[in-house]
């Protein structure tokens, strides 16, 4: 049963980002492009997720453990640090360049669109490089 | 290339989005931050807790593609660049500024966001400014 839930939370990730159009990187870059052809769908993506995330991170919080769990896996921080903005401001580059976030691009690896072949190693490779240079850090403070 | 607005599709798909993270919390008591969930999974420090839940909610993630084409009949609608040495730039920036920022669209933009992570808050603002700005500098400045 567990292991149920995270496949279909998985599942239903990526058929939301599918439906959703997130995981057309046109549509992505339509969204960030405000004096071309822009297109507002994208807004309306985070709207929805959000409808639905934030009365129910509440409620799910009002339990004192999750169901198959002994602790919630939260971030505790709270500080500011320029590692959040230099990291953030670099990701919003690649993802204006590309029009792929992370989900997106492992959703869209079965459809095996060429672009997708490149951006998904090459983002794997940013990832471990950034796991090699940057101090480590307590493992619950990644999101 | 113009793409249609699509508000109510979105709006449903955002909504499948932020029904799987209440799932995944309230079953794992995670949050479904797919940058967090990947780069754990990567050298040089793996997290051993949570590495099981992660590899499956990725082949939840894998398997959507090939199920919506079973279901539907048809591919998902998707156009990327076939600009190779771009899309390796991308990624690479993608990947490094996910694991240095703590997070991405997902864990920051949804999740943070929801959570009222003031963190999540100011890392979702910096990284839509830098995309707007890219978007522009790349279409508008040095071309289409």
Redesign the interface.
């Given at each position: 049963m567990?292991?149920f839930?995270?496949?279909?939370?998985?599942?239903?990730?990526?058929?939301?980002?599918?439906?959703?159009?997130?995981?057309?990187?046109?549509?992505v870059?339509?969204f960030?492009?405000?004096?071309?052809?822009w297109?507002?769908?994208?807004a309306?993506?985070?709207?929805?997720?959000?409808?639905?995330?934030?009365p129910?991170?509440w409620l799910?919080?009002k339990?004192t453990?999750?169901?198959?769990?002994d602790?919630?896996?939260?971030?505790t921080?709270?500080?500011?640090d320029a590692?959040?903005?230099?990291?953030?401001?670099?990701?919003?580059?690649?993802?204006?360049?590309?029009?792929?976030?992370?989900?997106p691009?492992?959703?869209?690896?079965?459809?095996a669109?060429?672009?997708?072949l490149?951006?998904?190693?090459?983002?794997?490779?940013?990832?471990?490089?950034?796991?090699?240079t940057?101090a480590?850090?307590p493992?619950n403070?990644?999101? | 290339m113009e793409t249609e607005f699509t508000p109510f599709v979105s709006l449903l798909g955002g909504g499948l989005i932020g029904l799987s993270a209440v799932v995944l919390l309230a079953t794992h008591g995670r949050i479904a931050g797919i940058s967090g969930i990947v780069s754990r999974m990567l050298p040089p420090t793996f997290d051993k807790a949570g590495l099981p839940q992660g590899i499956i909610f990725l082949v939840g993630l894998l398997l959507a593609a090939p199920l919506w084409i079973v279901v539907t009949g048809t591919a998902p609608v998707q156009v990327v660049s076939k600009n190779e040495l771009l899309l390796v730039a991308a990624g690479l920036l993608v990947g490094f500024g996910s694991v240095i920022g703590n997070g991405c669209t997902s864990g920051h933009g949804v999740c943070g966001i929801s959570r009222g992570s003031a963190r999540s808050i100011a890392a979702t603002m910096t990284f839509m400014a830098t995309a707007f700005v890219t978007v522009f500098v790349l279409r508008h400045v040095v071309g289409g």
């Open positions: 567990h292991i839930s995270t496949l279909f939370a998985g599942l239903l990730f990526g058929t939301g980002l599918i439906l959703s159009g997130m995981a057309n990187p046109a549509k870059q339509n960030l492009d405000l004096f071309g052809t297109d507002p769908s994208l309306f993506v985070m709207g929805g997720a959000i409808v639905m995330t934030m129910g991170f799910v919080q339990r453990k999750p169901l198959f769990d602790v919630f896996h939260l971030p921080r709270t500080d500011f590692r959040l903005v230099v990291g953030a401001a670099i990701f919003g580059i690649g993802w204006g360049l590309g029009g792929f976030c992370p989900g691009a492992l959703t869209s690896l079965p459809l669109a060429s672009g997708t490149f951006f998904a190693p090459a983002m794997l490779v940013g990832m471990v490089i950034a796991k090699y940057a480590p850090q493992k403070l990644e999101l | -």
